[in-house]
């Protein structure tokens, strides 16, 4: 498992607030594990912090704007993607005003300050969010849409299109967050030359300096408005030549708008506060929809922990000896039998008592009739282990089989077996009562479980395992579903 990491000493950057024009520094320092990510605003009374978490954003007009307490910071999204991009799982981030510096309109001002500082390991191990169904987020009005899907790996997949001659439909992508720094770092951020002038007159980017950002020119403009913008940001030498990039800077990517669209997204996902394994897929994305789906993904990881945690409350009423009748049947032999494929001489429960969707408790009735008794110890008869196992894996596979709506389509095969131990004898006469509670929710037809047997109320043998389903033929031959030849 990869552990976590945290920068070795703090570091600081200078610059200017992109819309207040503030002059600010930004001081990177170690944190300790699990803290993820904060900001401080050591210029205001009592250093007030804020989380970077997607429940304290207020705004996502022109950046991502976080609030706690009544204390705020801007355009947070390029020193958070720096962050998740040099995989930094913990870190304080001290600030002296209300934005973070714009710098060159990319992260890679950040990471090199991070590269500068050094990073360590942590003892705790990094504790990821590992998708397991797809996520979706649409904005009809605005006409983007995100996706996430199951992947091993952080993914993440671009497309913007701005129905503009100049900016076109765009793709970028990352296959895995190492590929971040020398993809996507220093991809800036961009404006159409209309929207740069409406900010103006909005006294909105007071920091602005065409040397932090790329512009493009996607309609004629008038010589009053060129002599405008030459005083504005004292750069007598700029040029509007045609359509395309105002002369000031060249593409470090032709596709550099899309690939600082998915540094956004990289930065405003952190707001998650955890990294994910999942496959992103973003169309027309922006800081709203980002943050959005940030929030759809906390959801989801609520909702998972709070069926972790009742899956362990359940697995702890193993440890109780538990108490049942068996004269109140839930499913009998003929019900078993229409869900499990197994048949005499190896079908080896008989009823099952209760089912939920996390707990299963299933009967077994020894008998001396039984054919594995001749041969093993027939002058002392005791049921063989491994045959406790399976009994305990066919209640368990009811269970599993119970979450599809059509079991008969499925097999249940195990995979691993983990802490078997066998604590007294089961012999003929015995009644054995299996108890299996689910570790954790069953995710792509795998299910992991803790079980139990016990004889007159006393454990006998316990085990934890892991099957998984697998579809088979909807009309099993009769070779996979053997039949009783009586």
Not at 89 to 115: K, Q, R
Not at 215 to 235: G, S
Not at 286 to 295: D, I, P, R, T
Request: charged fraction near 25%; aromatic fraction near 6%.
């Amino acid at each position: 498992m990869a552990k976590q990491r945290t920068i070795k000493a703090p570091v600081t950057v200078s610059g200017v607030g992109l819309h207040t024009g503030a002059k600010v520094s930004l001081t990177f320092k170690p944190a300790p594990e699990n803290y993820w990510y904060k900001f401080q605003r050591v210029d205001m009374p009592d250093k007030p912090i804020i989380d970077a978490d997607a429940d304290y954003v207020i705004s996502t007009d022109h950046g991502t704007t976080l609030e706690k307490n009544g204390a705020r910071v801007h355009t947070t999204e390029h020193v958070l993607a720096a962050l998740v991009g040099m995989e930094i799982d913990n870190c304080l981030i001290e600030v002296t005003g209300p934005e973070m510096p714009i710098m060159n309109g990319s992260s890679m001002p950040f990471i090199e300050a991070l590269e500068k500082a050094g990073i360590v390991e942590q003892n705790a191990e990094r504790i990821y969010f590992e998708l397991t169904s797809i996520l979706s987020y649409e904005d009809n009005v605005k006409h983007v849409e995100m996706l996430a899907v199951p992947q091993e790996e952080f993914r993440l997949t671009v497309m913007v299109d701005y129905n503009s001659e100049v900016l076109g439909t765009q793709h970028a992508h990352i296959y895995k967050v190492g590929e971040f720094k020398e993809e996507i770092a220093m991809c800036r951020t961009f404006v159409f030359l209309h929207e740069l002038e409406m900010l103006l007159k909005h006294n909105l980017i007071k920091g602005g300096d065409l040397d932090n950002a790329i512009v493009l020119v996607d309609k004629p403009v008038p010589d009053e408005d060129l002599a405008h913008l030459r005083k504005v940001f004292n750069k007598p030498d700029v040029e509007i030549k045609g359509r395309g990039v105002l002369n000031n800077t060249q593409l470090h990517y032709y596709n550099e708008p899309a690939r600082h669209k998915l540094l956004d997204i990289v930065g405003d996902l952190a707001l998650i506060g955890m990294p994910v394994k999942a496959h992103i897929l973003a169309a027309r994305p922006g800081h709203a929809g980002n943050v959005s789906f940030a929030k759809i993904f906390k959801e989801r990881i609520k909702k998972d922990n709070a069926e972790k945690e009742k899956a362990k409350a359940e697995a702890r009423r193993v440890t109780e000896i538990p108490k049942y009748d068996v004269n109140k049947v839930l499913l009998d032999i003929n019900d078993i039998m229409k869900l499990l494929p197994h048949r005499d001489p190896f079908l080896l429960i008989d009823k099952i008592l209760e089912l939920s969707p996390t707990h299963v408790v299933g009967v077994k009735n020894v008998s001396m009739n039984e054919d594995y008794f001749r041969g093993h110890f027939p002058g002392n008869p005791v049921m063989p282990g491994v045959l406790l196992v399976e009994a305990m894996a066919q209640v368990g596979g009811v269970l599993v089989l119970k979450t599809v709506p059509d079991p008969e389509n499925y097999l249940t095969y195990f995979l691993k077996i983990e802490n078997a131990k066998f604590k007294n004898k089961v012999v003929p006469g015995d009644t054995v009562i299996f108890v299996l509670h689910l570790l954790e929710p069953i995710r792509r037809g795998l299910c992991r479980m803790r079980g139990t047997a016990y004889v007159n109320e006393k454990a006998v043998m316990e085990a934890d395992m892991l099957a998984q389903i697998i579809k088979v033929k909807s009309t099993p031959s009769a070779s996979a579903v053997p039949v009783n030849p009586n």
